[in-house]
């Protein structure tokens, strides 16, 4: 069966169709970007990732974000893992090679490598890691109008079946649950944990809002986001207290303030969950207090690309 073909009109992003992208140590266009089919991505999602933005000619966070890499690929005892300092050159080496040096979004994975044969064992991996890095044009999704969703039937993992501290590429019950905020139409689910408290987004960690305490959940079922740990530095270092806790479904209805945090929307009101209009149904005023800190942490820290550079 030939390979599906599309065009720049059918992107996002038009910009996109002519990416180069780093696969296994070399930068290839988009249309050869190709792993093995005995890769472990492949056979079992087998990886670990990260997403970071670039600012202004900076990457922003990035040393946050490979610390969580490498503990993660330790946590599933990959073998041949390249070193740090591989990493960051190709990350900055991609990000050079197309000209982003800002408004653009990395999705860095690392994989267990390919196999000799299908199967799940580890022993089955004898050439060492993959490294992908896909660099591409992509602004920050939701924007100022804010979010609406709407509770999953779907569990966040606990580290009782997957431990959300290993960032992994096994997405499948986000997935289900992203599925049903399409299916109603909303931006994205909420998902509880197994006991039925607030765990996080099918794609982001979230913030509650009450009479000007900002809680969030304990980081066992959510992910313990990189952006989440740094709101949670910004409120701590402005003077907002911060509570880290068990918050029910009902607390978040009748919450001043909700908002999410990751790399890839940065901070984002949620005006409406589960047909509740949150708060005045806009942006409130702490958000758009921590989402401006954050603003002006991302335009003055990160990695340089060598700005001056750019032809």
Same mark, same amino acid.
């Given at each position: 069966?030939?390979?599906?073909?599309?065009?720049?009109?059918?992107? %996002?992003?038009?910009?996109?169709?002519?990416?180069?992208?780093?696969?296994?140590?070399?930068?290839?266009?988009?249309?050869?970007?190709?792993?093995?089919?005995?890769?472990?991505?492949?056979?079992?999602?087998?990886?670990?990732?990260?997403?970071?933005?670039?600012?202004?000619?900076?990457?922003?966070? &990035?040393?946050?974000?490979?610390?969580?890499?490498?503990?993660?690929?330790?946590?599933?005892?990959?073998?041949?893992?390249?070193?740090?300092?591989?990493?960051?050159?190709?990350?900055?080496?991609?990000?050079?090679?197309?000209?982003?040096?800002?408004?653009?979004?990395?999705?860095?994975?690392?994989?267990?490598?390919?196999?000799?044969?299908?199967?799940?064992?580890?022993?089955?991996?004898?050439?060492?890691?993959?490294?992908?890095?896909?660099?591409?044009?992509? %602004?920050?999704?939701?924007?100022?109008?804010?979010?609406?969703?709407?509770?999953?039937?779907?569990?966040?993992?606990?580290?009782?079946?997957?431990?959300?501290?290993?960032?992994?590429?096994?997405?499948?019950?986000?997935?289900?649950?992203?599925?049903?905020?399409?299916?109603?139409?909303?931006?994205?689910? &909420?998902?509880?944990?197994?006991?039925?408290?607030?765990?996080?987004?099918?794609?982001?960690?979230?913030?509650?809002?009450?009479?000007?305490?900002?809680?969030?959940?304990?980081?066992?079922?959510?992910?313990?986001?990189?952006?989440?740990?740094?709101?949670?530095?910004?409120?701590?270092?402005?003077?907002?207290?911060?509570?880290?806790?068990?918050?029910?479904?009902?607390?978040?209805?009748?919450?001043?303030?909700?908002?999410?945090?990751?790399?890839?929307?940065? &901070?984002?009101?949620?005006?409406?969950?589960?047909?509740?209009?949150?708060?005045?149904?806009?942006?409130?005023?702490?958000?758009?207090?921590?989402?401006? &800190?954050?603003?002006?942490?991302?335009?003055?820290?990160?990695?340089?690309?060598?700005?001056?550079?750019?032809?």
């Amino acid at each position: 069966m030939p390979t599906r073909s599309y065009g720049p009109d059918d992107l %996002p992003d038009p910009r996109n169709a002519d990416i180069l992208i780093h696969v296994d140590g070399r930068l290839v266009p988009r249309e050869e970007a190709r792993i093995s089919v005995f890769d472990s991505a492949v056979q079992g999602g087998d990886s670990v990732w990260e997403g970071l933005r670039v600012y202004d000619g900076k990457v922003f966070a &990035l040393d946050r974000h490979l610390d969580r890499l490498f503990a993660s690929a330790k946590a599933l005892r990959f073998d041949g893992v390249p070193s740090r300092d591989e990493v960051k050159s190709a990350v900055l080496d991609t990000l050079r090679a197309n000209g982003m040096y800002d408004g653009a979004h990395v999705r860095l994975t690392l994989t267990r490598g390919p196999k000799v044969t299908s199967g799940m064992s580890p022993a089955h991996n004898k050439a060492g890691c993959c490294l992908i890095v896909l660099a591409e044009w992509k %602004p920050p999704v939701f924007g100022d109008g804010g979010m609406r969703l709407i509770t999953s039937s779907v569990r966040r993992s606990s580290p009782a079946t997957l431990d959300s501290k290993i960032h992994h590429n096994n997405l499948l019950n986000n997935i289900l649950a992203k599925i049903e905020a399409d299916v109603a139409g909303v931006d994205d689910a &909420l998902m509880l944990d197994v006991h039925g408290f607030v765990a996080e987004t099918n794609a982001t960690n979230i913030f509650v809002i009450r009479d000007g305490t900002l809680l969030t959940p304990y980081a066992d079922a959510c992910t313990p986001g990189i952006t989440r740990g740094i709101v949670i530095e910004l409120a701590r270092g402005s003077g907002v207290e911060v509570i880290e806790r068990n918050i029910s479904l009902s607390e978040v209805y009748s919450a001043d303030e909700v908002f999410t945090s990751g790399t890839m929307g940065e &901070l984002v009101p949620v005006i409406e969950v589960d047909g509740r209009i949150i708060g005045d149904n806009a942006m409130g005023p702490l958000t758009r207090k921590l989402r401006d &800190l954050h603003h002006g942490l991302t335009r003055t820290e990160g990695e340089s690309l060598g700005k001056d550079d750019e032809s």
